[in-house]
Nanobody, 112 residues
């Protein structure tokens, strides 16, 4: 079992930046890719970004490509999502995921 604890998020103005963190603990997850998803009100949860573990290959949704960066710190077992040039449409609850395990979610609100 992998436990995922998220931090970061909050309220930011359009064009601003935020960083989300997702710290993993529990069984070894060296074979897991790590993901970020998001869910806006009234919408389905959607893929945002992925990073392979331990290789570090990244993949992004078209909607965030060039603005968001997923990264990892192997020593801290933590994955980050650096979000820049934020837009109101980025407003959502963001979740990290590893295998079948989800973080608790963190709210990101971008005001116009």
């Amino acid at each position: 079992q992998v436990q995922l604890v998220q931090s970061g998020g909050g309220l930011v103005q359009s064009g601003g930046s935020l960083r989300l963190s997702c710290a993993a603990s529990g069984r070894t997850f060296s074979t897991y890719a790590m993901y970020w998803f998001r869910q806006a009100p009234g919408k389905e949860r959607e893929f945002v970004a992925r990073i392979s573990w331990p290789g570090g290959t990244t993949l992004y949704a078209d909607s965030v490509k060039g603005r968001f960066t997923i990264s990892k710190d192997n020593a801290k077992n933590t994955v980050y999502l650096q979000m820049s040039s934020l837009k109101p449409e980025d407003t959502a609850v963001y979740y990290c995921k590893a295998g079948n395990n989800w973080g608790q979610g963190t709210q990101v609100t971008v005001s116009s």
